[in-house]
């Protein structure tokens, strides 16, 4: 690439450092038109002044990386400056001046490095998602497909596709030779694989959305009161009135680092009051897609029933609110008091890392995830093709659509719209 690009690398405002990236061929000629410096040894942090005109504008240091040795593969240099809006700003006039050197556009360094192999395409949005990170498990999982697990579970998957389609090609260059069932049984074992990861994938879509906490049950069992306790902060009214919460209140938590969404949902009752029926609508609407449900109960009302749908749920906690004015047999908690409040938080923690905890890396984001059921379906095509013409066919568009995931096959929509969600100096 012939342009040179800048940007900043640390957020615009007041501060004590700021640090300023350059990559492409003129980074030296900058480097030695505005410091004082003219010959720079790569790694090492040299310590100089930044020169406008015949003006020192700031003491800076740069260190210096060279081509291939560095983020984009290309000659690299990174200026630490003072955080001064002024400092910044000249810095960046001056190297907007200098020949073929422009502003990065968003997330062009990265994309550079991916154009370079120096990290592949779903290495790219690890790290997207590691500067996204909010938790400490999001920044784990982030690190991990980083360091290459997740794009190289897709690559191995490529290589297998590649020898079955050899295998299956030989045939048409040599028709007499007799072709094996053996490609057929390697290309469901690929299949059985892809569904596993498609399966399990959900985890991952949950570690950047969040898991979704909802709290249910009838009006004035308190269910917004929980809501308060398990954050430890008022964020929905609590009144005796019946009916007081009509719309989903939510707010997201950090449970053993993975992110969950507690939502408290309206009293489940039937009513004619148009307002609160949609709320109770809203309500169910959440309960179904709820992750985790904590069904709320009253332990000062005699005779209840839990409901079955209640029952049904894969993953509930019935809990019997007001402890501190009756005790009631199973999990009694007051969300008055903080009665067991602490021992439901350990059931929810609880609940939460066995739904999330995996050994084997899954899929984060819903890119992949529909690029292999496209390549699952190709492949499905495949088995149930006559003619060896069209199997070899499905099985070059499955080897693309993996391809695609990676960026090993670069399509210029995957990767503007990858890169578009980045920083500009990233």
């Known amino acids: 690439m012939t342009e040179t690009i800048f940007a900043p690398s640390t957020a615009l405002g007041q501060a004590g450092i700021a640090v300023i990236r350059i990559s492409g061929p003129q980074v030296k000629s900058v480097l030695k038109k505005h410091t004082l410096l003219k010959e720079y040894k790569a790694r090492y942090a040299h310590m100089t002044y930044w020169i406008s005109g015949k003006e020192k504008t700031d003491q800076v240091i740069v260190i210096y990386y060279s081509a291939p040795h560095s983020f984009t593969g290309e000659d690299v240099a990174e200026i630490q400056c003072h955080g001064s809006r002024a400092v910044i700003q000249q810095i960046l006039q001056d190297m907007s001046a200098c020949p073929s050197c422009r502003m990065a ?41 980083m360091g290459g697990e ?3 579970i897709y690559q191995n998957w490529r290589q297998d596709l590649i020898k079955i389609c050899a295998q299956v090609e030989a045939y048409i260059d040599f028709p007499e030779e007799e072709i094996t069932g053996q490609y057929a049984a390697d290309i469901q074992k690929l299949l059985n694989q892809i569904h596993q990861h498609i399966e399990q994938g959900e985890k991952g879509l949950k570690l950047a959305q969040g898991l979704l906490c909802v709290i ?27 009916g ?27 009513t004619q009051a148009s307002l609160e029926k949609e709320g109770i609508r809203r309500a169910k609407d959440y309960v179904k897609k709820s992750d985790i449900l904590i069904y709320v109960m009253d332990s000062t009302q005699k005779a209840q029933v839990i409901p079955a749908w209640v029952q049904k749920h894969p993953c509930a906690l019935i809990v019997y609110n007001k402890g501190d004015k009756k005790e009631h047999d199973g999990l009694c908690i007051s969300a008055k008091t903080g009665k067991n409040i602490d021992v439901l938080q350990n059931k ?13 890396p899954f899929l984060t984001h819903e890119r992949y995830k529909e690029t292999l059921q496209k390549c699952c379906e190709s492949l499905q095509q495949s088995l ?31 990767l503007d719209q990858v890169f578009s969600t980045f920083c500009i100096g990233k």
């Open 244 to 270: 007081t919460t009509r719309d989903v209140i939510q707010a997201q938590v950090d449970l053993e680092g993975y992110p969950v969404i507690i939502a408290d949902t309206a009293g489940l009752r039937k």
């Open 384 to 414: 149930k093709a006559s003619e060896i013409e069209l199997i070899a066919e499905h099985l070059h568009r499955a080897i693309r659509l993996l391809g695609e995931i990676t960026g090993y096959v670069r399509v210029d929509e995957i």
């Open 105 to 145: 556009q968003a997330g062009e360094f990265t994309r550079r490095a991916l154009y370079n192999n120096k990290m592949d395409l779903t290495q790219a949005e690890g790290l997207l998602d590691l500067i996204h990170s909010q938790t400490k498990e999001q920044a784990r999982w982030a690190m991990r497909q």
């Open 348 to 360: 929810l923690r609880k609940k939460v890392v066995d739904m999330m905890s995996s050994s084997t």
């Open 216 to 242: 249910a049950g009838e009006p004035n069992v308190g269910k917004s009161s929980l809501l308060n306790a398990l954050l430890k902060k008022d964020v929905a009214i609590v009144s005796t009135t019946a």
């Open 150 to 152: 997740l794009g190289q």
